[in-house]
């Protein structure tokens, strides 16, 4: 979109690990727009920009950092979304620009709530550029981030499955972490057991019977 509006852009792509490019701590340029990056960009690559550095980031700003998608259906949150917001040097802490929600549903769990999420956050940035290219400014939102910045250590602790948590709980860690090949997990003597899927091919705790041994939990696998 930005190159057929004429825009010059030197796109730079990455995964979990790598490190950011020698080419683009060069860079200098009008516009940093990150989105879906795995970097956390340096404050010397940020004064580069003359004009903005924004970032799309996938969950509204009660979630900055890692995992908000995973936190908000631990919590039971009723709406998510995705948030447009100038960068800082500090992860998730610039001003908020725009933010666009939707409702979160009870049969959500994280692949669901993901895609719709990543459909909010390319609307929203199709609308963060459509108001450029028009030449009106960028927003201001109102809304403020929250007060603690998750990592990935939040997400691993989230994701542990203690025998004596009560099924509720153990439900809501079911719900928040159960993506593809990333399951919760139990760790008993050594051994590390990781949630199955059920028969509908969705990770699912049962809860326990009358007659069930105390602490029997079925779903799970070595």
């Not at 895609?115 to 929203?124: K, V």
Request: proline letters at 8%; one cysteine or more; aromatic letters at 10%.
């Amino acid at each position: 979109m930005l190159r057929r509006s004429g825009a010059l852009v030197t796109a730079f792509h990455g995964d979990w690990g790598d490190e950011l490019p020698d080419a683009a701590r060069a860079w200098r340029g009008e516009w940093i727009v990150s989105y879906l990056s795995r970097w956390i960009l340096p404050a010397e690559l940020l004064a580069r920009a003359s004009e903005h550095a924004i970032n799309f980031h996938p969950a509204t700003p009660d979630y900055p950092g890692f995992g908000g998608i995973n936190q908000a259906l631990y919590r039971g949150v009723e709406t998510f979304g995705a948030t447009c917001h100038r960068m800082h040097p500090a992860v998730d802490s610039g001003p908020v620009l725009a933010v666009r929600r939707f409702p979160v549903y009870p049969h959500d769990g994280v692949a669901s709530l993901l895609e719709r999420t990543y459909d909010a956050q390319l609307q929203l940035f199709y609308e963060m550029f459509d108001r450029l290219q028009r030449g009106d400014p960028l927003p201001a939102s109102a809304e403020r981030w929250g007060g603690r910045v998750y990592t990935r250590r939040d997400l691993d602790d989230l994701s542990r499955i203690e025998p004596a948590m009560p099924a509720d709980e153990v439900a809501r860690r079911v719900r928040a972490t159960s993506f593809g090949a990333f399951r919760p997990f139990v760790e008993l003597g050594g051994f590390r057991f990781d949630l199955a899927d059920a028969p509908g091919g969705a990770a699912q705790v049962s809860q326990p019977h009358e007659h069930d041994p105390p602490g029997g939990t079925s779903g799970v696998r070595g």
